[in-house]
T-cell receptor
Framework: QKEVEQDPGPLSVPEGAIVSLNCTYS??????FMWYRQYSRKGPELLMY????GNKEDGRFTAQVDKSSKYISLFIRDSQPSDSATYLC????????????FGIGTKLQVIP | GAVVSQHPSWVICKSGTSVKIECRSL??????MFWYRQFPKQSLMLMAT?????????EQGVEKDKFLINHASLTLSTLTVTSAHPEDSSFYIC????????????FGPGTRLTVL
């Protein structure tokens, strides 16, 4: 079993739709949770960073963490064609070198 | 956010040659940098953790004699792929950790290596 599971998609939605992206994880030691956006042939860009259960909002993006279920989500409201990219969830254990473990990424396409 | 650069952005080389990739943190000092490899339709895989002034820590299965890492200063880490072969063709991405409350990692734009 992989430490982090993420559906690779692709996920196609019409412009303006609400997008829901999800990851599950198996290691309860993960305490920090991130979402990265990666455009084709580019490095990942940090979108959201959370460290506690609950919701965190930043503009059109909302990150949700449920540690009891080992489940994290990223919601994108009013999706735009420019949101078309691969979204990777990532998480890490506090302390040490803080190695980050990534999901495989979900490819999102927002259709105008 | 902090900026990390990589050079070159892409490189094509012949089998058997060595290739050096540079990773620089432009507006912050990074004691720790990370090197990842990403194959098509696969996730980022950590290859090694690079620490300024000391030896890199390699992940299981990564050949340290093939992937040489040097972190000579607080803003520069280099990855040298020695005696490259076609199976080494991949997208190599570095990240630099900014010391702070969350120790966030900022990623470079990546280097696409093609070995003929």
């Amino acid at each position: 079993q992989k430490e982090v599971e993420q559906d690779p998609g692709p996920l196609s939605v019409p412009e303006g739709a609400i997008v829901s992206l999800n990851c599950t994880y198996s290691n309860s030691a993960f305490q920090y949770f991130m979402w990265y956006r990666q455009y084709s042939r580019k490095g990942p860009e940090l979108l959201m960073y959370t460290y506690s259960s609950g919701n965190k909002e930043d503009g059109r993006f909302t990150a949700q963490v449920d540690k009891s279920s080992k489940y994290i989500s990223l919601f994108i409201r009013d999706s735009q064609p420019s949101d078309s990219a691969t979204y990777l969830c990532a998480m890490k254990i506090p302390g040490g070198y803080q190695k980050v473990t990534f999901g495989i990424g979900t490819k999102l396409q927002v259709i105008p | 956010g902090a900026v990390v650069s990589q050079h070159p952005s892409w490189v094509i080389c012949k089998s058997g040659t060595s290739v050096k990739i540079e990773c620089r943190s432009l507006d912050f000092q990074a004691t720790t940098m990370f090197w990842y490899r990403q194959f098509p339709k696969q996730s980022l895989m950590l290859m090694a953790t690079s620490n300024e002034g000391s030896k890199a820590t390699y992940e299981q299965g990564v050949e340290k004699d093939k992937f040489l890492i040097n972190h000579a200063s607080l803003t520069l880490s280099t990855l040298t792929v020695t005696s490259a072969h076609p199976e080494d063709s991949s997208f190599y991405i570095c990240s630099a950790r900014e010391e702070g409350v969350y120790n966030e990692q900022f990623f470079g734009p990546g280097t696409r290596l093609t070995v003929l």
